[in-house]
């Protein structure tokens, strides 16, 4: 069992990741890849994945066992940043004695399938060869089972944020912890959830990061280190044949033929809200163009735009989200 103990300084200081965290994806994704559990959620994307995995991926194996423990130097915090090279770098450049802490922490577990390999040791030391292999497998893991993805794992992240943001405009804060049933249960001041050992965090005025993943399994995940800022990794909602979905680019490709390949970006990019300003520098496009194909897609019905102070939101409709999801409206 898991509890986490809130303050009422903490409880104002909860918030929600914005985007997937690309290193808890890498080794929530890892795990779930070499194990056999949600067969229905995950079986295809095995069956695509694994023939892609190669010699890059086995340190992996050696660092991410299914069960026990997982070196937290391999999710640290990224501060908001949600770019793969900048996150590989912050792992790679993880201090000595953080490094031999955690491996040690690792080759003491009881669940370790294997011995560490001799590899692990010059992680430990920190030696440049070493690190430049780990980094080498992490960006192998995303790039042959998040890549083709990344997709529809950010869209069902936005989704989720959306979920959580109606709970905190329903009930704030109280609102928003309560929501996650059942795989968190709010027991104030406790926050608790199932977990293989027992554990007790104190936040002690810190206050919490609840990051939404993909490929979190079943129930939330931690890092062990309580010295390190508070997080907890919770799993989120998915949809049968994902994997298929966003194996190839033939539902964006039928998208753009449609509505145009920069209008299908824009509304791509205002599932959960996004500005005129925040669309022309995520596109690379000018604010008077932004306007000119929202428009279009406002006169369709695929957007809404509401203006908030100096700025015009836009978000997408119902009709929006089905287009992007391949979903016939109904009439």
Request: with cysteine; net charge positive.
């Amino acid at each position: 069992m898991l509890r986490v103990h809130f303050t009422a300084d903490d409880l104002a200081r909860v918030r929600v990741a914005a985007a997937p965290d690309p290193l808890w994806e890498i080794t929530n994704s890892f795990q779930a890849l070499i194990s056999k559990d949600a067969p229905l959620l995950f079986g295809q994307w095995r069956s695509l994945v694994r023939p892609r995995m190669g010699r890059a991926h086995s340190l992996l194996a050696a660092l991410l066992p299914t069960r026990g423990y997982s070196p937290d130097f391999l999710t640290p915090d990224l501060r908001g940043s949600s770019g793969l090279a900048s996150a590989v770098e912050t792992v790679l450049g993880t201090p000595r004695l953080r490094l031999r802490r955690d491996l040690a922490l690792l080759a003491a577990s009881a669940h370790r399938p294997h011995p560490m390999p001799p590899l692990t040791r010059g992680l430990a030391e920190g030696e440049p060869t070493a690190l430049r292999r780990l980094g080498s497998a992490l960006q192998a893991q995303h790039h042959s089972a998040l890549a083709p993805f990344w997709g529809r794992i950010e869209a069902q992240v936005d989704a989720d944020r959306a979920l959580r943001a109606r709970s905190v405009l329903d009930g704030g804060t109280d609102g928003l912890l309560a929501g996650f049933r059942p795989v968190l249960r709010w027991c104030p001041p406790v926050l608790e959830a199932d977990y293989p050992v027992e554990r007790t965090v104190y936040l002690g005025g810190r206050g919490l990061l609840l990051q939404p993943s993909f490929f979190c399994l079943r129930r939330p995940v931690t890092v062990a280190d309580e010295t390190q800022t508070p997080v907890l990794v919770y799993p989120i909602q998915h949809t049968l044949g994902w994997a298929l979905e966003g194996a190839g680019a033939e539902g964006k490709a039928s998208l753009a033929a449609l509505i145009g390949r920069t209008r299908a970006a824009i509304l791509e990019n205002v599932v959960m809200g996004a500005t005129t300003g925040e669309l022309a520098g995520r596109l690379g496009i000018s604010g008077a163009a932004v306007s000119q194909h929202t428009a279009v897609l406002r006169h369709g019905g695929l957007l809404v735009s509401v203006r908030r102070g100096r700025h015009v939101l836009h978000t997408s409709t119902p009709t929006g989200l089905a287009l992007l999801n391949g979903v016939r409206p109904s009439v």
